[in-house]
């Protein structure tokens, strides 16, 4: 066992389990007919306490802050602390969404500028900043594709879609109500002959990532953008590997018509345990009068909220979009700049392509080797140990790094996706490949039953949707 | 550099361009944007972009429609700042993740606490996507013929749009239900001739868009159970420190956004959408869920629950497309309800009351308003109207020379809110306003009339 990493384990109570029993609300000023009779169960604990009670919990959980956090598909970059200033401004954060646009001009022109320097970097003629999310994104993106053929009157009614794809992706095609058609890929990359038989007079979009999941970057993007819009429909492109390309190609040049960012990946925002995030949409020019409303736009040398779009689909979310992660992204652009984000991409690249290389030997690695920003290999040589992806990415816990991605793309068997991302030095991924050399030709026993580090060993995921405990109250109904 | 000159030599390149040659010449680009500045330079030009902006603290603030200014101890900031959260991603390793996992758990708890419901998630965007996703969900419960689901009229305009493009691709058909305009509450008789047991489900929201109570709420359980329906209800969370729960008049899902709880203004984001629902439809839920369960020494620990629901297993046929959510904004806001404790909550929440029912009693003593324009009881905010046709240009003028957030138009002089109303004037207020703020819009409300 390794004795580098050991990760804190305290007495893990419920704060709300402090809760005094059953307390009457006094003297409630609200009409008899509807006032709540008794208080929630919400326990009063001195602050210091609760203090401690979170300060013991964060001890308790990994971020890119502790270590190495090669998530595949994740972008798992380290973000810079100036954007944490800027963020706990009183002028950033003490905003309300409907005071008047002349008190908020210096957010307006951060959200007209970022909207700018998106395109520029997509390849786009529009954004729009209102998307809280990629996976929102690639809705409001869809809600375009939809918009716009039934202005054009066309009744298209399927979306098809690579087997290496996101899942978010198939999910959002189908909340519009889009039958999804999948696409088996060849050698890694998409087949031609399969999306010209699958494309068609019902298609209205097909969403690729360039590179996509494998980290293969399709070479062939400009045939499939001409057979595509030859059977006329719409090239989506889900921007959640943007971070392989910048300042190299760009969706636009690869002929996509819609595309989606994911502010939390590409551009540095942190993953706050699992949100919020932010997914702007870009289109070209045909389609920027169906953006949601309202964008950013500047006249004179005001700017202003201009809900003005012809064929907006309207709005998907409230307001304006997570405009705390918009800044920080903006801050981000604005410290790389041009030069910055093209050796962003290309680092990362190069953390790819050398971790890749280290590994190679180790795991198996389907497809031609060369790869953009993350790779994909196969647990298969695991099964002869009696192993799976599963446990080696248990183990690699306890040496005290977070797993890569596992069990996806599908096309993989015993996938384990690796994304280094352009923040991590050379010795940092020589040491993961050490590692996971080492684990190699462990005791499988000890791999078998690893996680031994963390605050819990392995945790029973089955158990828990068998009888679900989604709350306090539904331990307690068990209890009774 | 030596460190890349270094991992080239090991892949046996010269340069980091020929990792690039799977990309065809034809789509090459390069990065127009400016040149990169130093930490220095970003933090003084933002900060100076920044100071464009006023924010709140410089008025007499009485903004609200759906987000609140309310104090946000200090110990939240702190808690949220620790980076073993935020720099985190979705627990997908549940053993190295306890912390957060723990922590979204005890969110989920707190929700239930207050809604009355038993099972939530960790967070929808915000209350329109939460309400946009319960409505798809009442219609994976309770599978119908007709599609029908009643929405009424009193929810805030930019709800619909989003409504829209959420039931876009179903066969869902929303059918809006009047509102009373004495009461501002849902128009009982409009619902009852709309209501049958061939619709999904309907939405109460209480508080709705005027800040207006729903009174008889005994009446939409009768509904719900009579049509054998979906309930969904709107709440806001500080409210039901002091407000009959949810749960206790038949909601089955109840949608909310927690922003009142640890988060700023923040210029309407990111905040978070409430989403909680009774047990026994757990396995319907959008969206990320954490469930308690045990390691393999049989102790306590926490995981995704049930995430075969979800887009990253079932694909297409997952019951939402949401993969990343608005988790840290959850931990805010279970941390602000515990610093605050629920005897501290409750007590915030009776200020709220008290100061707003100030607040309005001081302007229905001004000629020609009416405070509250409903006959109903409210929470923290409510409409006033002035039956007279008052020039908004001017009253904005009168409010900007003073510093003064009024709350947000409504009614005739708006070009599309609730234009059926007089001009009326939507108000909030919170702990935040103490009397002199409250003085300065009476008297700027009295200079207008003149």
């Given at each position: ?15 709300i389990?402090?809760h005094a029993?059953d307390r009457?609300i ?10 709540r009779k008794e208080a929630p169960r919400i326990p ?428 306090y109250k ?7 | ?108 708890s707190l929700i239930c606490e207050l809604t009355g ?120 969370p500080l409210s039901l420190t002091l407000l009959q729960p949810?749960s ?89 309800m515990?610093?605050?404790g629920g005897k501290?909550l409750e007590?915030?929440a ?101």
């Amino acid at each position: 066992m390794n004795p580098e990493f050991r990760q804190a384990l305290y007495e893990t109570h419920l704060l709300i389990e402090e809760h005094a029993k059953d307390r009457e609300i006094e003297d409630n000023p609200l009409p008899e007919s509807i006032a709540r009779k008794e208080a929630p169960r919400i326990p009063d604990v001195p602050e210091h306490e609760v203090v401690r009670h979170y300060l013991r919990l964060s001890q308790m959980n990994y971020g890119v802050d502790t270590g190495f956090y090669p998530l595949g598909s994740c972008t798992m970059k380290y973000n810079p602390k100036y954007s944490e200033a800027l963020c706990r401004e009183r002028d950033a954060l003490d905003l309300h969404p409907y005071q008047p646009e002349d008190t908020v001009q210096g957010t307006l022109r951060i959200m007209y500028e970022l909207q700018e320097m998106l395109a520029e970097i997509g390849g786009m003629d529009s954004v729009s900043l209102q998307p809280a999310a990629g996976a929102q994104g690639e809705f409001t993106g869809l809600a375009i594709v939809h918009g716009y053929y039934k202005n054009n009157n066309e009744e298209r009614d399927e979306v098809v879609l690579p087997d290496t794809s996101h899942g978010t992706n198939p999910a959002s095609a189908a909340m519009l109500g889009y039958k999804t058609i999948e696409i088996p890929s060849k050698e890694g990359c998409v087949d031609l002959k399969a999306l010209r038989e699958a494309v068609g007079e019902n298609t209205a979009a097909f969403m690729l990532t360039n590179p996509n999941t494998l980290g293969l970057f399709e070479e062939d993007v400009l045939e499939i953008a001409d057979i595509v819009h030859g059977s006329g429909a719409l090239l989506y492109y889900d921007g959640a590997n943007l971070n392989a390309i910048m300042g190299k190609t760009d969706p636009g040049k690869m002929n996509f018509d819609i595309m989606h960012f994911n502010l939390h990946k590409t551009f540095s925002t942190p993953h706050g345990g699992g949100g919020p995030g932010s997914g702007p949409v870009g289109v070209v020019e045909d389609l920027k009068s169906y953006l949601p409303v309202p964008l950013v736009k500047k006249e004179g040398d005001k700017f202003i909220l201009d809900y003005s779009l012809e064929n907006s689909i309207g709005r998907v979310k409230g307001f304006y979009g997570n405009w705390m992660v918009l800044l920080r992204a903006y801050a981000y652009i604005l410290e790389r700049g041009r030069e910055g984000l093209t050796q962003v991409s290309e680092r990362a690249v190069l953390n790819s392509n050398y971790l890749r290389k280290k590994l190679e030997g180790t795991l198996e690695l389907p497809y031609k080797p060369l790869r953009k920003h993350e790779f994909v290999l196969s647990g298969q040589k695991l099964k002869k140990e009696g192993l799976r992806t599963m446990d080696l990415a248990k183990r690699l816990l306890d040496y005290g790094y977070h797993a890569p991605t596992i069990y996806f793309p599908l096309i993989v068997d015993e996938a384990l996706m690796v994304e280094p991302t352009e923040t991590e030095r050379k010795e940092t991924l020589d040491e993961f490949a050490a590692i996971i050399e080492k684990i190699m030709n462990e005791n499988p026993e000890t791999v078998k039953n690893a996680p031994h580090n963390t605050a819990v060993g392995r945790v029973d995921e089955t158990r828990a949707a068998k009888k679900p405990i989604a709350s306090y109250k539904m331990r307690e109904g068990d209890e009774k | 550099m030596e460190e890349t000159k270094e991992m080239l030599d090991h892949l046996g390149i010269a340069g980091v361009e020929e990792l690039f040659k799977d990309i065809p010449d034809k789509i090459r680009s390069e990065l127009k944007l400016e040149e990169g500045l130093t930490e220095m330079e970003v933090m003084n030009r933002v900060k100076d972009i920044l100071k464009e902006n006023r924010s709140l603290s410089e008025f007499s603030n009485f903004m609200g429609g759906g987000i609140y200014r309310h104090y946000v101890p200090t110990a939240v900031n702190e808690v949220v700042s620790r980076s073993e959260f935020y720099s985190s991603y979705t627990p997908y390793q549940p053993e190295i993740s306890q912390g957060m996992l723990q922590a979204l758990f005890e969110y989920q708890s707190l929700i239930c606490e207050l809604t009355g419901m038993e099972a939530a998630n960790t967070s929808m965007y915000d209350y329109p996507t939460a309400l946009a996703e319960a409505i798809l969900m009442s219609d994976r419960i309770n599978r119908r013929k007709k599609h029908r689901f009643l929405v009424p009229e009193n929810i805030h305009w930019e709800i619909e749009p989003v409504l829209k493009n959420y039931l876009r691709g179903t066969d869902i058909i929303l059918e809006w239900v009047k509102y009373d305009k004495t009461t501002g509450q849902i128009d009982k008789e409009d619902l009852k001739r709309k209501a049958g047991d061939d619709m999904l489900g309907f939405f109460v929201s209480s508080p709705n868009v005027f800040g207006v109570l729903e009174e008889d709420t005994k009446f939409y359980s009768d509904i719900k159970d009579e049509t054998g329906s979906v309930m969904v209800a709107g709440c806001d969370p500080l409210s039901l420190t002091l407000l009959q729960p949810p749960s206790e008049w038949g909601a089955d899902i109840v949608v909310g956004d927690s922003q009142p709880f640890g988060i700023p203004p923040s210029f309407g984001g990111p905040t978070v959408g409430i989403f909680a629902c009774k047990g026994r439809y757990i396995r319907r839920m959008p969206g990320r869920m954490i469930g308690e369960t045990v390691d393999k020494d049989d102790e306590r620990a926490y995981c995704m629950l049930l995430q075969t629901r979800e887009q990253h297993i079932r694909r297409d046929r997952a019951t939402s497309n949401i993969c990343t959510n608005q988790s840290l904004m959850a931990l805010a806001s279970a941390v602000h309800m515990f610093v605050k404790g629920g005897k501290g909550l409750e007590k915030i929440a009776k200020k709220n009351y008290d100061n707003a029912h100030r607040l309005a009693s001081l302007i229905e003593d001004i000629d020609g308003y009416s405070s509250p324009s409903f006959d109903s009881e409210f929470f923290n905010e409510f409409l006033i109207g002035n039956q007279k046709m008052i020039d908004l240009k001017e009253f904005k003028e009168r409010c900007k020379n003073n510093d003064i957030l009024p709350g947000i138009p409504l009614g005739s002089w708006t070009e599309s809110k609730f234009k059926e109303l007089p001009p009326s004037l939507l108000i909030a207020v919170t702990e935040m306003n103490d009397a002199e703020d409250m003085e300065v819009l009476v008297n700027t409300l009295q200079e207008v009339k003149e």
